[in-house]
């Protein structure tokens, strides 16, 4: 899916040839920066979503804090389910002890203290031994054996107010007390001695309860085995999360038991989620990205894909290729094959047109090479004509009037004829053309009975337009023409004439070299004579200047080149 980023459409082409359309768009007033429509739609889908992704951020949140919640509710339920079994199981014992002090109240009516104590630790597994007290703490009978309480702890279980009562001296063992005031001299005051050993075999049920337990006596571990670091629970229920070492999450809750000075401290493991409940918490995010992800991936399928597939044609059909056509690659969505059909519509139009143009301009190029090769064979029939008619003139200069005519006839035929072989992109061959007129006039001179010319040519290859044809041919047929004349004035019977033809950083230039000028400009424009008036007439018609050196002597003239296409 990553094409990528830079996704360009139609009307944003970047490519070369590009620069036009790009430069308009970047410039025009008042727009911004453009961006690539697979940008802009996630721009639109994350604005459009936006509530829906924070209400699933809020949901996911609040599920989490939740959870977490329900670990230390689930945990401080624990910590009361055992509380609530250890307290039943002392609670018991002092029930023990409560019979005792009411069914035994006549130990002194002839009853023996050591058969009722062994009948109640027989029913009470945990105690050890038993005493009777009066509501002063003096003692009325005990139980052989076991661990007793002093007299001063006696007095001071005598005088608690509250009825049920255990103290633990810091040994192995524990005293329970059981205090009602007394009628008629009858005990007041029941006091029984458990080992920590009974009490925790008492208390061994609670081991198979969810989680691990610790029961604290005071700041003594009886029961489980303290967490590392933990001292015995203070005064209120504490529940909080911990985190192992390892990673593994537990949650503990320690608080005292309601029987002082019993406390208890409970572990249980955090509860991982399962994997509904984590999707549950999860979906509306998943929703969320899903519909992103759907609705970009959709768009890129039915309008990126296909924007970008028609862009790449409409490229290659812009760069000259009739033959491209979008139906094939617009997408299947109906808006896209409509805007592709009738592209492909107008492509066909066009390319019916430029057919129809194509074959136009290859007949008007016929037509106009006919024209010319019918015109060129026209002025050489005119030619021949001049030249049967030269024969029979009377006298030499009507002779030479007739052959300045059919040099120049001739010079329009060699025009006519190079400009039927022009090329569409180089223009007529003004090197060949130069090289046909020069041949021409070494051929036509002699017949004018003027000299015998030997015509040097140097001619580098150059292309020139039908506007500068017909005047640089008049302007060499001249020259030359008027250097053959000069040279017979001054009764010379032969002449030699370089013509020169370069390529210079304006253009091209035309060089007439022949000592037959002499040290005065004879074409000047002030001059008077048939030849300067034609060939200053060309000058101006070709917007040049023509310059003459005596010192060589030699016509210079610089003239324009045809651009060339492609």
């Not at 569409?424 to 090289?435: C, K, M």
Request: proline share 4%; net charge negative.
């Amino acid at each position: 899916m990553a094409e990528s980023a830079d996704i360009q459409v139609l009307g944003q082409d970047s490519g070369p040839g590009s620069g036009k359309g790009s430069g308009q768009g970047s410039g025009s007033k008042g727009s911004g920066p453009r961006r690539s429509l697979s940008f802009q739609l996630a721009v639109a889908l994350t604005l459009a979503l936006l509530p829906i992704g924070i209400l699933a951020a809020v949901l996911a949140a609040d599920g989490i804090r939740n959870a977490r919640e329900a670990e230390l509710v689930r945990a401080e339920n624990q910590f009361r389910a055992t509380a609530r079994v250890v307290d039943d199981l002392l609670n018991v014992d002092f029930l023990v002890l409560r019979a005792l002090l009411r069914n035994e109240s006549g130990l002194n009516d002839g009853r023996t203290c050591n058969t009722e104590a062994a009948n109640a630790l027989d029913d009470a597994e945990t105690f050890d031994s038993i005493i009777w007290a009066d509501s002063s703490g003096r003692t009325i009978c005990q139980s052989r054996g076991g661990t007793k309480p002093s007299a001063a702890e006696l007095t001071r279980l005598a005088a608690e107010s509250e009825r049920e009562n255990l103290i633990w001296p810091g040994g192995d063992h524990v005293f329970l007390a059981v205090r009602e005031e007394p009628e008629n001299g009858e005990p007041g005051l029941i006091v029984a001695t458990a080992s920590v050993s009974r009490l925790k075999a008492r208390l061994g049920e609670i081991a198979a309860m969810e989680g691990s337990t610790t029961v604290w006596l005071g700041d003594k571990a009886i029961l489980g085995t303290a967490p590392p670091g933990a001292a015995a629970p203070g005064g209120l229920l504490t529940v909080r999360r911990v985190n192992e070492p390892g990673g593994r999450g537990q949650v503990v809750a320690a608080g005292p038991l309601s029987i002082a000075p019993f406390a208890l401290t409970t572990i249980v493991p955090a509860a991982h989620l399962a994997a509904a409940d984590v999707l549950a918490i999860a979906a509306p995010s998943l929703m969320w990205i899903a519909a992103l992800l759907i609705g970009w991936m959709v768009v890129r399928r039915f309008v990126v894909r296909p924007l970008q597939n028609m862009a790449s044609g409409v490229r290659a059909y812009g760069a000259g290729d009739d033959r491209v056509r979008l139906s094939g690659r617009a997408g299947q969505t109906d808006e896209m094959q409509a805007f592709a059909e009738t592209f492909d519509a107008m492509a066909q139009d066009m390319a019916e047109a430029r057919q129809e143009v194509d074959a136009a301009l290859t007949e008007q190029r016929r037509l106009t090479r006919e024209i010319h090769h019918r015109v060129k064979n026209n002025l050489q029939i005119i030619a021949s004509l001049i030249s049967i008619q030269a024969r029979e003139a009377d006298g030499a200069d009507v002779a030479r009037a007739y052959a300045s005519i059919q040099m120049r006839v001739g010079a329009l035929s060699i025009v006519h004829r190079w400009l039927y072989e022009e090329s569409d992109t180089q223009g007529v061959n003004f090197t060949a053309l130069t090289h046909d007129l020069c041949a021409s006039l070494q051929q036509l001179i002699p017949t004018a009975k003027l000299v015998e010319p030997r015509i040097n040519t140097h001619l580098e290859r150059l292309h020139i337009s039908q506007d500068s044809a017909v005047p640089l041919a008049f302007l060499i047929t001249e020259v030359i023409a008027f250097a053959a004349r000069l040279a017979a004035a001054e009764g010379r019977g032969k002449m030699t004439i370089d013509v020169h033809v370069r390529r210079t950083e304006r253009g091209g230039e035309l060089q007439i070299c022949s000592d037959a000028f002499g040290e005065d400009d004879p074409l000047a424009p002030s001059q008077t004579r048939a030849a300067a008036r034609i060939v200053n007439g060309m000058v101006r018609q070709l917007r040049g200047r023509l310059t003459y050196d005596a010192d060589m002597p030699c016509y210079s003239f610089e003239f324009p080149l045809k651009p060339r296409l492609g």
